[in-house]
């Protein structure tokens, strides 16, 4: 007879690691050999088996020194001819090397060729500058310069190409900025970060730049690898902190995948693709000199959505799952003014911004930044605003438009001053928002009544572009300026609180699945394929949704239940801040999802 596990059961299979999306998603980071000089502020080139670390700043200043690695071992080998730091690099090898630019006690232009014996100075970069950044695939005799910093400190766009004999000037970066990521060829090339735009990527065609979608997290002066269309960045100087995040361009859009182990700047790399990488040397907190690879397997066991698996390794049953479902709210910071009616937010978790508001009736210039832990009163708006919207991937470039009643003006924050820029073309409040500083999207909203316009910023001025399907207010956003969600909202009649959710993509707004909870005035973040809305009314709610690109499923609720709320981070490490219960509140809650992979226990 048969048994009826044999008809209506299945086998749970054995592996030995946990099943991932794709073989970037498998890439992890292991030491590797220590160089023999800790130093930061170095330059980098090769590859993983085959790189070679140049100059940069030891204990004792500015450093000439250079070392290679086999794949094993760090070598000293001959010195440059000019110690210096903050310099640029391009290589295929380590025996084969072009240096450019860097700071002496001055800015410099001096280049030198590495001919895997010595070094040899060459034609020198048109514009001097320190944070040089080289393409990583750039070869000794076609390679690009890319930003830096000026003699003024000021940050540069200015791209220079090199031919195997002198430097040209090319056409400029869109966006001026320092110690950028910069992959790719001579011909092909990609820019990402950096400071003074810090989340910016664009594109290089061999003869201009074009502005893509941007990095997740905001640093500059990290590790790269890898080409225009498959590239990695990692490392680098946070907001607050170094990072130790890892992202992998698919030549689209950035994924974060697994961070590297010690967070650190101002680092040395290099690597040919996003399977294969290296990081060496950089700032910790004191110089360093280790060494970790970054390999992503070319075979593995790919994630199936609701798979069970038992992980021999880990003598565990496990189940992939989504990120979002065990995410929860946990206590922090407290603003220093408590307020509601800030709409949006900029930045991520561990560094964000909340611009205006109300306290009772009375609209606010005030804004307050925060860095993980605690929230800082920094300068004021310009124009007092409620119900206004703040966008911005980094606290450090955010813009802040609308307003009540019928405000149109638009403010630039660029990390110290907050500068009036292009108004809006229908001065409104109560509406939502997604996107950056130089790329935006405004919809919605009320002057006098609910309105359906839609307006896209390009960093000078907005353009009104295609309506809504709904007028509404009191909605929030969630995404970038071609990609976004239109969340929520009062329509402005009975039942005048919507659950409606319309996308947006560069060109039109979509009707979409509703919310599971009929709201406004709530917050909301993340993107198009990712997103969290939570809090709102009618009554004040702490209910958190989670979007998956397809639909709403209902979350872990905040702990403080809120309208008027700020928001600001990702689908999976979010921020909500200030709102109003039965009065102002200065409450900050952290939300925060696990892995993916979920271990079942017996209860």
Do not use: H
């Not at 049953?317 to 407290?334: D, E, L, R």
């Not at 500083?437 to 839609?454: K, R, S």
């Amino acid at each position: 007879m048969a048994e009826y596990k044999g008809i209506k059961g299945f086998k749970v299979q054995t592996v030995s690691t946990d099943p991932v999306a794709s073989a970037i998603a498998g890439g992890t980071w292991a030491s590797g050999g220590t160089m023999n000089t800790a130093r930061t502020e170095l330059a980098g080139a090769g590859i993983k088996s085959s790189a070679i670390a140049i100059a940069g700043s030891t204990a004792g200043g500015p450093s000439a020194s250079a070392e290679t690695y086999n794949g094993s071992s760090w070598t000293t080998v001959g010195s440059l001819n000019t110690a210096r730091r903050l310099l640029g690099a391009s290589g295929t090898s380590n025996s084969s090397a072009l240096v450019f630019g860097g700071y002496t006690t001055v800015n410099v232009t001096v280049t030198e060729l590495w001919d895997g014996s010595a070094w040899t100075e060459v034609n020198d970069l048109n514009s001097a500058r320190r944070y040089a950044s080289g393409i990583i695939q750039g070869t000794t005799s076609a390679t690009l310069t890319v930003g830096g910093r000026d003699p003024s400190s000021a940050p540069m766009a200015e791209t220079e190409s090199w031919n195997g004999t002198s430097w040209t000037e090319v056409n400029d970066l869109n966006t001026a900025r320092f110690g950028v990521m910069a992959t790719g060829t001579q011909t092909a090339a990609l820019a990402a970060g950096g400071d003074g735009d810090s989340t910016n990527t664009e594109s290089w065609n061999g003869t201009s730049w074009t502005e893509v979608n941007d990095i997740n997290s905001t640093r500059y002066g990290g590790g790269r690898s890898g080409s225009q269309t498959d590239a990695l960045i990692f490392g680098g100087d946070g907001p607050v902190t170094q990072s130790a995040a890892t992202e992998y361009w698919n030549g689209t859009s950035w994924t974060e995948v697994n961070d590297i182990a010690t967070a650190r700047s101002q680092v040395g790399s290099g690597g040919s693709s996003s399977s294969s990488a290296i990081i060496f040397g950089g700032y910790t907190g004191s110089n360093t000199a280790a060494t970790e690879e970054w390999s992503a397997p070319s075979v593995f066991q790919q994630e199936n959505l609701g798979q069970v698996f038992y992980n021999s390794t880990s003598d565990a049953f496990k189940v992939t799952q989504q990120s979002v479902p065990g995410g929860t709210w946990a206590s922090g910071g407290s603003l220093n003014t408590a307020r509601r009616n800030s709409f949006g937010g900029a930045g991520i978790q561990t560094a964000g911004l909340m611009a205006g508001g109300q306290v009772g009736p009375v609209v606010q210039t005030v804004v307050e930044q925060y860095n993980g832990s605690a929230w800082t009163e920094i300068a004021d708006l310009n124009v007092a605003k409620g119900q206004g919207y703040t966008i911005g991937s980094t606290y450090t470039a955010a813009i802040s438009f609308g307003g009540t009643p019928n405000v149109a003006t638009n403010e630039s924050w660029n990390g110290s001053t907050w500068t009036e820029v292009g108004d809006l073309n229908t001065g409104r409040g109560s509406l939502g928002g997604a996107g950056t500083q130089t790329a935006g999207l405004a919809f919605g909203g009320t002057p006098q009544g609910t309105v359906d316009e839609t307006e896209t910023w390009n960093g000078t001025s907005w353009t009104e572009v295609s309506d809504m399907n709904e007028a509404r207010q009191g909605l929030s956003g969630a995404g970038t300026q071609t990609a976004a969600l239109g969340i929520g909202g009062s329509p402005g009649s009975p039942p005048y609180f919507t659950a409606k959710t319309e996308i947006w993509d560069g060109t039109s707004w979509t009707e979409t699945a509703d919310l599971n909870t009929a709201r406004y005035v709530q917050g909301s973040c993340g993107t198009t394929t990712l997103a969290l809305a939570f809090g709102g009314q009618p009554p004040n709610t702490g209910a958190t949704e989670a979007w998956n690109g397809t639909s709403w499923t209902e979350l872990n609720d905040l702990s403080t239940a809120r309208n008027a709320l700020g928001a600001a981070g990702t689908g999976t490490t979010a921020l909500a801040f200030g709102g109003y219960t039965t009065t102002d509140v200065a409450n900050t809650e952290e939300w925060t999802a696990p892995t993916v992979n979920s271990t079942l226990t017996a209860s």
